[in-house]
C-alpha cells in the first residue's frame, strides 16, 4: 500500500523560508507515470494546488505561487521536498503530498498533511 | 485561470436521503473533473475522476455526471460517514489545476 508522510517544522518566522519533505514508502517514486504534487489548506478554508514534480525532476507550479516555490526530487531517498520563500501569515495552511498520474491529473494518494503556522 | 464555483455551500440533509452537489467551471474542461471527500481532520479522499469514474474501493452511492462546464456529484442514501465536506478539482488547464471552494453536506 503506498502511503505518503509530510514532516517538517510546524512554525516558520514571517520572512523566513518554509522547507518540507515527503516521504513516498510502499511504491517508488521513480516509477514511470506519476507525478508527485504539493497541495495546501488554509485553515478552515479550501484547497490550493502548489506544483509537481516528476522523477526526473521536471516541474510545474502554480503561475500566483511560481516566483516563492521550488520542488525538487531526491530518488535515492524516495522524497520529495516543498520549498517556500518569504512567507507571510497567508501561507499558514496545512500541506500535503501527494500522487496524480501523467494521464490524468487527480490526486489519488495523498498524505495526511503537516500544519505550518507563520508567526513571529 | 479556470474558476471552479461549487454549490451550495451548506448542504442540510437526514440520513438515508440523497444528496445533490454541483460544480460548475468558468470555461469547458472537459470530462477533466475529479471529486475528493474531506472529513475532519483527514485528507481528501478521491471519490470520481474523469467526472464519472469512481475510484478504487469508493462505494457505488457516489456517482458523479457532467461535463463541459456543469458537473454533478451524487450520493444516493446517505451514510453517516458520508456527511463531510466534498471538493471538486479540475485538470484540463495544465499546468493550473483549480479547486472548487467546498461544499459541507451536513446532518438534518
Keep these: ?120 | 485561470e479556470i474558476v471552479m464555483t461549487q454549490s451550495p455551500a451548506t448542504l442540510s440533509v437526514s440520513p438515508g436521503e440523497r444528496a445533490t452537489l454541483s460544480c460548475r467551471a468558468s470555461q469547458s474542461v472537459s470530462n477533466n473533473l475529479a471529486w475528493y471527500q474531506q472529513r475532519p481532520g483527514q485528507a481528501p479522499r478521491l471519490l470520481v475522476y474523469g467526472a464519472s469514474t469512481r475510484a478504487t474501493g469508493i462505494p457505488a452511492r457516489f456517482s458523479g455526471s457532467g461535463s463541459g462546464t456543469e458537473f454533478t456529484l451524487t450520493i444516493s442514501s446517505l451514510q453517516s460517514e458520508d456527511f463531510a465536506v466534498y471538493y471538486c478539482q479540475q485538470y484540463n488547464d495544465w499546468p493550473s489545476w483549480t479547486f472548487g471552494q467546498g461544499t459541507k453536506v451536513e446532518i438534518k
Design chain 1, 1 to 120: 500500500q503506498l502511503q505518503l508522510q509530510e514532516s517538517g517544522p510546524g512554525l516558520v518566522k514571517p520572512s523566513e523560508t518554509l522547507s518540507l519533505s515527503c516521504t513516498v514508502s510502499g511504491g517508488s517514486i521513480s516509477r514511470s507515470s506519476y507525478y508527485w504534487g504539493w497541495i495546501r489548506q488554509p485553515p478552515g478554508k479550501g484547497l490550493e494546488w502548489i506544483g509537481s514534480i516528476y522523477y526526473t525532476g521536471t516541474a510545474y507550479y502554480n503561475p500566483p505561487l511560481k516566483r516563492r516555490v521550488t520542488i525538487s526530487v531526491d530518488t535515492s531517498k524516495n522524497q520529495l521536498s516543498l520549498t517556500l520563500t518569504s512567507v507571510t501569515a497567508a501561507d499558514t495552511a496545512v500541506y500535503y503530498c501527494a500522487r496524480h498520474s501523467t494521464s490524468g491529473s487527480h490526486f489519488d494518494y495523498w498524505g495526511q498533511g503537516t500544519l505550518v503556522t507563520v508567526s513571529s
